[in-house]
Structures are given as C-alpha cells and as structure tokens.
T-cell receptor, first 116, second 112 residues
Framework: GAGVSQTPSNKVTEKGKYVELRCDPI?????LYWYRQSLGQGPEFLIY????????DSGLPNDRFFAVRPEGSVSTLKIQRTERGDSAVYLC??????????????FGPGTRLTVL | GNSVTQMEGPVTLSEEAFLTINCTYT??????LFWYVQYPGEGLQLLLKATKADDKGSNKGFEATYRKETTSFHLEKGSVQVSDSAVYFCALSERSASKIIFGSGTRLSIRP
C-alpha cells in the first residue's frame, strides 16, 4: 500500500519568506508526527497530532513554526519569516493509533528545505 | 532529559566482518528502544525494537538486546554485506509520550 508521502520533495526559498510543507499519512493512521533533521544529525521531534489536535507541540522551536491537521489526515507545517537556520530535511511520520512507544512510526521521504 | 548517545562514524568494514554499533541511553522511566536505518536515497525505516528489559530485537540478521543495567542497546550483526551500507540511528520513546528521541546516527560503509 501507499506509504507516507511528502510534498514538495525539495523547496528553495529566500530568507524572510513563508513556506508550507505537506504530509499525507498512511490511510487510517490517526497519529502524525513532524521531525526536523539537520545535516549529520538525527531527527528532532517537532509536533505530534492525534486526530485533528496537536497532542504535543513541545518541539516547535519558536512561534514562526505552526502545523495544522484540520481533517485528521493531511497535515501542513508552516514556517513564517524563514531563516537560514531553518534549512533542514523535514520528516513526517504516521502511526496507526494513539502513538506511544509500542506503535511503529512510518516515515516519509522528507522535504529538503533550503533557505538562501 | 532523555537522550541517546551512539558511536560516531563513519564505520568502514569489509564484507562478512562482525559489526557492533554502540548505543547508550538516558531516560527517566522505562523507554522502548529502537534502531532505525536510512539507506542511501531512501526514507528512515524501523530496523528493530525492544520494549522492555532483556528483550532482544532482531531483523535482517541484526540484533540488539535491551540492557537496563548498563542502559545500552548495542546493534550487532555477525556478517555484514555491502547492502548494509547506510546510516543507523539508535532511538528511544518513553511510554507516556509519543515522540521518538534519536541519536546522531552512525554511517556504515561496507567494502566488497
């Protein structure tokens, strides 16, 4: 079946611009996660949705970052006033139920964001 | 806070060599432990996991045992192949939370 998909695969923008990154989770997965992976590092947690609501947004670095999941399926990560330090690969993952340590998270291919 | 420390790479081995990638963790509770792998040009995928002390996770010839006394989850494989070349991430997740905390990754290269 189809896995987690993310669009675009690459995004180049200029400092100060606004960007949106999209994630389509595996059908039927109620939990959705966003992570950010900087070059040479492991992914870092940003936010977790259970259904339509953000259950844990403790990883969002500041108020320029925002994410939504209005219908409990597709999610959009929004970054305002982008900075060069936001350049990274943004990963989305989904899992079948409420999440937690026993649910496998399935990762998408990521969106590589480059801020010039 | 919770964290994962894994051996730095890159690690370069010859085909059929024995592999160990060390991983230790710090956690306040009783986390589940994972190894994820990222093959060249592919997305991150779960390799194996263990959810409680003394559990052994295994997949594709790789093994790791959850050692609570040493807070470790070392990855091993008896005979590596060129196709095992990838970046390997050790990770944990607390039972009460859903986020995964990753180590910084270890790049493995296998020579034919």
């Amino acid at each position: 079946g189809a896995g987690v998909s993310q669009t675009p695969s690459n995004k180049v923008t200029e400092k100060g611009k606004y960007v949106e990154l999209r994630c389509d989770p595996i059908s039927g997965h109620t939990a959705l996660y966003w992570y950010r992976q900087s070059l040479g590092q492991g992914p870092e947690f940003l936010i977790y949705f259970q259904g339509t609501g953000a259950a844990d947004d403790s990883g969002l670095p500041n108020d320029r970052f925002f994410a939504v999941r209005p219908e409990g399926s597709v999610s959009t990560l929004k970054i305002q006033r982008t900075e060069r330090g936001d350049s990274a690969v943004y990963l989305c993952a989904s899992s079948i139920s409420r999440g937690g340590s026993t649910d496998t998270q399935y990762f998408g291919p990521g969106t590589r964001l480059t801020v010039l | 806070g919770n964290s994962v420390t894994q051996m730095e790479g890159p690690v370069t081995l010859s085909e059929e060599a024995f592999l160990t990638i060390n991983c230790t963790y710090t956690a306040t509770g009783y986390p589940s432990l994972f190894w994820y792998v990222q093959y060249p040009g592919e997305g991150l995928q779960l390799l194996l996991k263990a959810t409680k002390a003394d559990d052994k996770g295994s997949n594709k010839g790789f093994e790791a045992t959850y050692r609570k006394e040493t807070t470790s989850f070392h990855l091993e494989k008896g005979s590596v192949q060129v196709s095992d070349s990838a970046v390997y991430f050790c990770a944990l997740s607390e039972r009460s939370a859903s986020k995964i905390i990753f180590g910084s990754g270890t790049r493995l290269s296998i020579r034919p």
